[in-house]
């Protein structure tokens, strides 16, 4: 049984940091792709970031360029997102997801796993 867990979510100032992690577990990982999504109210799911297990590769949308980092833990099966210079656009619920597939991958229609996702709220 394939999950993914997250924590780490919570209130922070506008300008402020956090960092979630992901533990996943149920399978062998090293060929998947994981990516963090993020999900506001009454808005579409968006993607944030990928790494590969297998490289440590990253990718990152353009909002979030430049004070997102992710980054993962082969040995703990933990995938982070270090979020600094907070802003208040960045309030969402954030999932983590893993996908079979390689490459630049941003879709969520292309993940085949999900977490039950961290609330993360930023005050102006």
């Known amino acids: 049984q394939v999950q993914l867990v997250e924590s780490g979510g919570g209130l922070v100032q506008a300008g402020g940091s956090l960092r979630l992690s992901c533990v996943a577990s149920g399978r062998t990982f090293s060929r998947y792709t994981m990516g963090w999504f993020r999900q506001a109210p009454g808005k579409e799911r968006e993607f944030a970031a990928t790494t590969t297990w297998s490289d440590g590769s990253t990718y990152y949308a353009d909002s979030v360029k430049g004070r997102f980092t992710i980054s993962r833990d082969t040995a703990l099966n933990t995938v982070y997102l270090q979020m600094n210079s907070l802003k208040p656009e960045d309030t969402a619920v954030y999932y983590c997801?893993?996908?079979?597939?390689?490459?630049?991958?941003?879709?969520?229609?292309?993940?085949?796993?999900w977490g039950q996702g961290t609330q993360v709220t930023v005050s102006s």
């Open positions: 997801a893993a996908s079979i597939y390689g490459g630049r991958v941003n879709q969520p229609s292309d993940y085949n796993y």
